[in-house]
Each structure stands twice: as structure tokens, then as C-alpha cells.
């Protein structure tokens, strides 16, 4: 029997595993969230399923009191679309980071999202693969140098928002590990969403690469290193007496002094719209960086296509309902079989 969403806490979700990270890693700042936010969803905890591939934040499923799966390098994404096709009641999220969905996964990726699976997708991003000590990632930095890397790291970094984007993701945000509010919100509207969301999480990692996102993080200088995403909000950021906002013109950002006491859609800044149906706005803001730019957080897309699932539930009941339900010892002995002599 299922246990009354209403007594469900975050201690419910708490297992009796050992939390093993690094001291001082953001992962354990994802958790404590995530573990929040899971009763306010009204859902039994056992229909919650959390599935990783490999990596720090692959250790996941261990520290949640639910269902899990820790699957092989890469390959949560198919694990996720398995488990949702044969069981799309269930409340499926997928936990993985730069190395392992965007690397060798990164194929797995591309097509959960094309395909539009109702998922959770939270990738980690610290730019650095952590649990192999310290090896450069796909979204490593040009120019980072480490014990693996000593010369510098010479190729382009991939950026995850803009993959999600041109993979036709129908749901594409950003938040940061220490940010609770922006977390939890971000979090929450990715439940809400039906069909594959994708949430990168700027994380720190304080062995291999500290301080990546040093200024995001830090809550005295986040007002000027963000740029916070609200619908229809016009896009804003910085402290009184250094307001600045962001015009878009022919898919050009433009950074736009403003007086404390300035109307900012009266002065051309662009009003936020994460419903636009060409992927090409989000994109603009997905490319905007350090340090001409603020990095921006919360939802940048948000848009509505049928799920895979339903359409594939869809398609069954229509051959059904065409062919009969089917018989496999008919399928298995019918005409386009063999008999293989000696």
C-alpha cells in the first residue's frame, strides 16, 4: 500500500547509505534539495525511479530512499527511456554530469531529448571529470590546466544548454548547486513539465577544479554575475546604481546601462519569453557568457510537444485495434519460419 503523500518529509527520502563526496562538493547541496522538494510533489514514493550512469553525481540513486538504477557510463538516458515506456506512471529522473551525459553519453542524450521523454534530466556540470581525478571534460574550459592537461586544454568546449537546444529539447534551464531557491523552483517546474527536461546545475568540484563558478555561487556577487530568468520579465540584473539589462536585436544581445529608476521594457530591453517556439531565442541566451555577459539562470525554454510515450501508447492501441491483439505462439510458428537441418 502506498505511504500517505501528506506524511511523506525530506527524511523519507534520506537512505541509510554512507554520503561519499569530496568535503565541500556542491553534490551534496543538490541532494539535500532535491530531497526537499520530493514530498511537495504528492507523489508515493515508491513511484519516484532515479537512474545514473558514472561519475560523482552517479552515486546518487545510492542516497535517495527510492527506486534506482546505477547504470553503465553513458547510458542512463536508454536505462530512463526503458523504465518510462513500460511504465509511464512512474516519476523518472535522470542524474548525470558533463564526463558521462555529454561525452560518451552524449549520443544517448541527443536522442531522449529529440524524442521528447517525459523525464527529469539534472546534469552536473563542474567542468571536470571528478571521480577519474581530474581529466578534462567536454565542457572544460580553453586554456584549463591540470595534472591531466598540463599544457592546457585546446579544444572547444561544448556548451550543455546549446546541445539541449539543438537536440529540440522541449524544456532547457540552468540553476546552481548553493542557489536553494533557484533549485527548488527550477527543480519543481521541471517536474511539471510533460516531456524531456533539461536542467544543467553549475557545480563545484573543490578537488580538481575549485572556484569554477566562484562567482554565481557567492551570494555577494551573484546579483552581478546572473542574470535571474522570469516569464515576461523583462532581462535585468545588477546592483542599485549598476542596473544594466540585455536588448536582443536580429538575434543580437546588446548590454544597456540603466538608471535605478528607469523602466527597462520602456528602454528596449528585451521582456523574457521561454514559450518561444523557435529554439533560436533561448539559444541567444544560452550563448551568453563571462565576461561581456551575465550568466543566466532559471528557465530559458519552456515549450509543449506530445510525449514519446503517449505517442507510442498511441500508435500500439491503433495496431490493435487494426490487427487484433495479436497472438506470439501464431508470430512465432506463422509462415516466415525455418527449419534448419543437419
Not at 51 to 68: A, Q
Not at 96 to 122: A, C, E, K, P, Y
Request: net charge negative; hydrophobic share 40%; glycine share 10%.
Amino acid at each position: 500500500m502506498a505511504t500517505p503523500t501528506a506524511t511523506l518529509t525530506k527524511r523519507d527520502f534520506e537512505s541509510d547509505q554512507e554520503i561519499r563526496w569530496c568535503p565541500g562538493c556542491g553534490d551534496y547541496s543538490v541532494l539535500a534539495n532535491v530531497q526537499r522538494l520530493m514530498p511537495e510533489l504528492g507523489i508515493p514514493r515508491e513511484n519516484f525511479v532515479f537512474v545514473s550512469g558514472i561519475g560523482c553525481s552517479s552515486r546518487f540513486p545510492y542516497y535517495m530512499n527510492t527506486y534506482g538504477f546505477h547504470t553503465i557510463h553513458g547510458r542512463a538516458p536508454a536505462f530512463a527511456t526503458g523504465i518510462k515506456l513500460s511504465r509511464p506512471e512512474l516519476s523518472v529522473w535522470v542524474i548525470t554530469g558533463d564526463g558521462d551525459g555529454l561525452s560518451i553519453g552524449g549520443n544517448h542524450m541527443l536522442h531522449v531529448l529529440r524524442r521528447n521523454v517525459d523525464l527529469q534530466i539534472l546534469l552536473f556540470n563542474n567542468r571536470i571529470y571528478g571521480l577519474t581525478k581530474g581529466q578534462y571534460s567536454p565542457t572544460s574550459r580553453m586554456g584549463m590546466r591540470n595534472k591531466s592537461i598540463p599544457m592546457g586544454v585546446i579544444d572547444s568546449p561544448l556548451d550543455p544548454l546549446a546541445f539541449a537546444l539543438g537536440a529540440g529539447a522541449t524544456f532547457v534551464a540552468r540553476t546552481v548547486d548553493v542557489d536553494a531557491a533557484s533549485l527548488q523552483d527550477v527543480l519543481r517546474r521541471a517536474h511539471d513539465h510533460k516531456g524531456a527536461a533539461f536542467v544543467e546545475i553549475l557545480q563545484n568540484c573543490p578537488v580538481y577544479n575549485d572556484g569554477e563558478w566562484a562567482e554565481i555561487e557567492d551570494k555577494k556577487t551573484r546579483v552581478e554575475a546572473g542574470l535571474p530568468l522570469e516569464h515576461g520579465g523583462p532581462l535585468v540584473w545588477g546592483a542599485k546604481g549598476k542596473r544594466r539589462g540585455i536588448r536582443i536585436e536580429h538575434g543580437v544581445p546588446q548590454v544597456i546601462a540603466l538608471r535605478d529608476d528607469e523602466d527597462p521594457i520602456a528602454a528596449g530591453i528585451t521582456v523574457h519569453d521561454e514559450n518561444h517556439e523557435s529554439p533560436g531565442y533561448a539559444a541567444v541566451l544560452a550563448a551568453l557568457a563571462p565576461p561581456e555577459f551575465p550568466i543566466p539562470v532559471g528557465v530559458l525554454r519552456a515549450v509543449e510537444r506530445p510525449c514519446y510515450e503517449a505517442l507510442l501508447d498511441q500508435q500500439i492501441h491503433d495496431a490493435t485495434e487494426a490487427r487484433g491483439a495479436g497472438d506470439l505462439r501464431k508470430l512465432l510458428h506463422g509462415s516466415d519460419t525455418w527449419t534448419v537441418g543437419g
